[in-house]
């Protein structure tokens, strides 16, 4: 289980890092995959890069916490960034966005996160009552 839990957690990290660099620097050609439309054009698309750094940024603290062997911090992080895609869905939902998308991508993002959290945390709590304890 600690492998599937090792190649899950770095697949959400690797995961926002391409999203992140598809809304830098190809904005419109990510932009669909949201699910909101439509998107904003001129100025307003610097919202692009907003949400490329904000997904790259994710996915470097998540990867960077793993990295360091902090897997109870990295669980603990995943839990709390798990409101990120919860707010993506109900974005998409209250602007007219395709439910499916809103569920199938962003809802479903946050239960693997949330998953993911869970599998991490309990590992750790799992070795904690395993160790023996020294007196």
């Known amino acids: 289980m600690r492998r ?3 190649v899950l957690t770095v697949l959400l990290g690797v995961f926002p ?3 992140g660099a598809q809304f830098l620097f190809a904005g419109h050609t990510a932009a669909p995959s949201f699910g909101i439309d439509p998107w904003p054009t001129g100025i307003a698309a610097g919202y692009f ?3 490329g750094i904000r997904d790259i940024v994710l996915g470097l603290n998540l990867l960077a916490l793993f990295a ?3 897997r109870r911090a990295t ?3 995943l839990a709390i960034s798990a409101i990120i895609p919860i707010v993506d869905m109900i974005i998409v939902l209250t602007h ?4 499916a998308t809103a569920f199938g991508v962003h809802g479903l993002t946050a239960v693997v996160m949330l998953f993911d959290a869970a599998l991490l945390l309990r590992e750790r709590q799992r070795a904690e009552v395993l160790e023996p304890v020294h007196s």
Do not use: E
């Open 4 to 6: 599937f839990t090792t």
């Open 17 to 19: 890092l391409t999203f």
């Open 49 to 51: 890069a907003v949400k």
């Open 68 to 70: 360091l062997r902090q």
């Open 75 to 77: 669980g603990i992080y």
């Open 96 to 99: 007219g966005g395709p439910a």
